[in-house]
């Protein structure tokens, strides 16, 4: 404030200046008491502008006459005049005295003093008030429930204002908080006329004090805030404003009464007439608004009035509503306005089925034509939310009133048992369920999809679909949801969405229902091994969710399909193949989800079905799970395998193997990470060839307890390089993410080490676990891959012997599997 004083006292001190001050006149007063702090004689210089300016006149006398004046003559408790004085020093210490004896005394008998019943005075007290604030004299707070009780209290407070602009919150404060008392219609009728004259001053004093009226959320703040709407010209935009979630209970409660109370007193009238001026001014506006958002503005008004204010619309304004629709249809819109304006039609409907007649019919009939305007519109995106009611009216009616809560983020209140009606009448003669299973499929994929991002619509759109899937309808209907689902699975990131899970075991659960016993066949196609194995085991090379968030969401969501889809599998066999789950690292998924499981993580709506899956169908997975470090090993390999060293390039040239032999002893010392992503190199590329090709020679027993009648111990063509690779699979293989890959193909070597053509699945091991024991003859003579062999064979039993377990049922008269071959692998 220093500053500004010095900037308009060196103003003041050029000649000519006086169009210069004449524009910062109003700020003067302002910037007198702006800083309490600042020092008295740059107040002082300040109020002296009033003096030495040609501009003032009353202001000026009065800024003279203050200098007179002190602080202990206005605190004067000498007995006052009865009529105002004459003079501007005597008046000024008048109306002091009288302000300040009230203030302390809390004399009621003010406004009978003819200074302040007198209109006449009203300039004179308004100077008088602006000095003495500006010298602190008074304190407004205190001053202005006193200027209430008084003829001229308006125009005072009003002049307060125009002199401080910065007051404005005081004051309303003051009369905000008379109100909240619940005057009677008299003090309200005061109060009223006080806000809306001070709104009135400025488009920002208005909307501070409708602000300000709101934020009580009483029915008589109420009033005075649409009051201001109405002056503003925005009725639209501020009752959008109130609609929001379930705030402000109070206004829509008066809002309510005002529509519905009889008009039995003075204020109830007032209020009713308010409301109908609400109306008028609602209905004018649908023949001239054409700003875009402007029209959502006002349909969504009426969504509010309605929904929540308990309005019945007339004919004229159901018509106008409906036309302004309509012809909206033929603009550009924005996203808003398809559910806001169904929103709309709904609920119109809703409020005229309290009578079965025939303008209730014509209604209904232009509704539903509207609907269907509108889900033409935009049916990929927005068209899910009246599949979503459509859905809700056939199967959970009552729930109709949350959907409209969601798509207006406002509180609705209707009565529910006319909502069926809106079905049968409207929302179910043209959305079917038929239009609902093609119409979903047709409908645009969020991008991206997780548990923090939320797009309504398309919220809408999973929801529907999910159930369509529990209620198999798209069996019926002979529709493939596998594109659309496939679509959400690629756009679904992390945190995983609570509903995919889900839907990844509803989608199992219809193929397996649409499947035609007589054909073998179904309309809902399981999905290509090769695109789910992919996208599961690419976790391997990226192990960090915080860094891959979209593959570890598709690697979860696919290995929720593929644990499913086995198990269902297994339970009803088909001509559908199993998926090999040897392949997946699904201890290391396990693991590393099982970290960020809780609350708001990233995988918490996930865990808990992915671990429940994991334990019925392969709970070995989990016997062996991995470190992260182990994973790093897997994408950072120090140890580069020559480019030649492959199973052709090496069998063609043996010299190598010597290569490979000292590389192979470079590994004897490097850690379990370093080399565990060489395991599948090691027992798939150089065991066969360390072994070679078997020996041609007179058969012979394979029973090692037998002797043989001529030991061959040389068969094996490296030996030195068997013993290298078994040191190192049996210290790492524990580390690897798919250890049971390693292991089978660990199996095809010991059996026929370079014969392609010789194949054992997974499913060969778990149905005869003892095939390992049919392995190369010469395996037997080297103490290597017995050390090899043996473990294999602990492993292959427990696999087999859990799968029985899981295919015994003693319930089950038709269950092939005996419990005795349970005991026989044992």
Known sequence: MASAS?????????????????AIMPMLTRLVHTNPSVSSTARQDLQNVLVV???????????VAFRSITIDEVQDTAALEESFPDRDVARATYVLRILHRAVQTKDTGIATRDVFANRSHVLDVQCILS?????????????????????IGTSLLVGIVHNDPSVLSTITDALVTALKKQPDHHEFTKLHSMLISLSKLSFSAAMSIRNECSLIDSPLTAAVAIDIALILQDTPQFLVIMMRGSQAPQFWSFVHDALHTPVDNAMRVFHRELLDQVR???????????????????????????GRGGLSLNDNEIQGLFLLISNALRQPMPKAFIPVAFSAVVLVCLSKLATQDEAMMRIMQEARQLIKALYEI???????????????????????????????????????????????????????????????????????????????????????????????SFVRHKANPGKWLQDQVAAATLPVHPILPNLMMEWVENTFAA???STMKTHVPSLRSSVVLESITIVIQKPYPSQHPEI???????????????????SKPTAFAKYNLHVLPIGMI?????????????????????????????????????????????????????????????????????????????????????????????????????MGSPVKSEPRSNNPFLPSEAPQLDDIFFPEICSLIQNIVVRSLSHHPTPDSIRLRLLQSLCCPLDAAFTCTYQDVLEEPYVVLRCDPRVWNNFSLVGLLLPLLDVCREWSAAYVLRQINPDDPNSTIDPVQYILIQ
């Open 280 to 306: 008028a001014q609602l209905t004018q506006k649908m023949t001239s608004e054409a700003e875009p958002m402007g029209i959502v503005s006002l349909i969504k008004s009426y969504c509010g009035l309605i």
């Open 515 to 517: 499947l035609d016993p």
């Open 6 to 22: 010095k900037a308009v006292l060196s103003l003041l001190a050029i000649d000519g200046r006086e169009e210069e001050m004449r």
């Open 131 to 151: 000095n003495a604030l500006a010298r602190d004299w008074l304190l407004l707070s205190d001053i202005v429930p006193i200027l209430l009780d008084t003829s």
């Open 590 to 690: 396990f693991r590393t989800i099982a970290q960020a499981s809780g609350a708001d993580e990233d995988f918490e709506f996930v865990f808990p079905l992915l671990m429940r899956l994991i334990i019925d169908d392969c709970p070995l997975a989990l016997h062996h799970i991995p470190i992260l470090e182990d994973e790093v090993a897997l994408h950072y390999l120090p140890y580069r395998i020559p480019a030649e060293w492959t199973l052709e390039s090496l069998r063609k040239r043996p010299e190598l193997m010597a290569d490979v032999r000292e590389f192979l002893i470079a590994l004897e010392y490097s850690t379990n990470q370093s080399i565990v992503s060489l395991l599948e190199w090691l027992v798939g590329v150089v065991l066969p060839l360390a």
């Open 378 to 472: 935009d049916s990929q995106e927005a068209g899910s939310a009246f599949m979503m009611m459509a859905l809700l009216l056939y199967t959970k009616p009552s729930m109709v009133l949350d959907l409209m809560r969601d798509l207006l983020d406002c509180t609705i209140v209707m009565p529910v048992d006319r909502i069926p009606l809106f079905g049968e009448y409207v929302l179910k003669l043209d959305f079917t369920e038929v239009l609902m299973v093609h119409g979903l499929l047709a409908s645009k994929t969020a991008n991206p999809i997780n548990a923090r991002v939320h797009d309504i619509f398309h919220e809408m759109a999973l929801r529907v679909v999910y159930s369509l899937l529990c209620e198999r």
């Open 53 to 63: 300016n040609a501009e003032a006149t009353v202001g000026k006398r009065y800024a």
């Open 552 to 570: 570890w969401a598709r690697a979860v969501l696919y290995l929720i399909y593929v644990l499913h889809f086995n198990r269902r599998q297994q």
